[in-house]
């Protein structure tokens, strides 16, 4: 599965972006899809997932009430809405994809299987 992320870019703190994760012919639906990001200097982390069929979604905590994870499995794209956007927020986001079924959502970047390349979030202050 080939993941292509898109959206980053620069904004102030307090504003909004959306960034978008799509594949390339390769329906999306059958995959609980997760983004992460990754800070210069720091560990990638979990910033929210969503299940195959978008029932079910996690946040990280430093997150919750901010973004929001969605998917169109018709368009095959999954989305990440940011609002009130901090200087922290500033870090790689990739958009990933989890192959197995297991009824759990995972937080856990090891048990993604397939990467996007990572679009550029920068929130200046």
């Known amino acids: 599965v080939q993941l292509q992320a898109c959206g980053g870019g620069l904004v102030q703190a307090g504003g909004s972006l959306r960034v978008s994760c799509t594949a390339a012919?390769?329906?999306?639906?059958?995959?609980?899809m997760g983004w992460f990001r990754q800070a210069p200097g720091k560990e990638r982390e979990l910033v929210a997932a969503i299940s195959w069929g978008g029932s079910g979604t996690t946040y990280g905590d430093s997150v919750k009430g901010r973004f929001t994870i969605s998917r169109d499995n018709v368009k095959n794209t999954v989305y990440l809405q940011m609002s009130s956007l901090k200087p922290e927020d500033t870090a790689v986001y990739y958009c990933a994809a989890r192959g197995r079924r297991t009824g759990v959502l995972s937080r856990r970047d090891n048990e993604y299987d397939y990467w996007g390349q990572g679009t550029q979030v920068t929130v200046s202050s």
């Open positions: 012919g390769r329906a999306l639906s059958s995959y609980d």
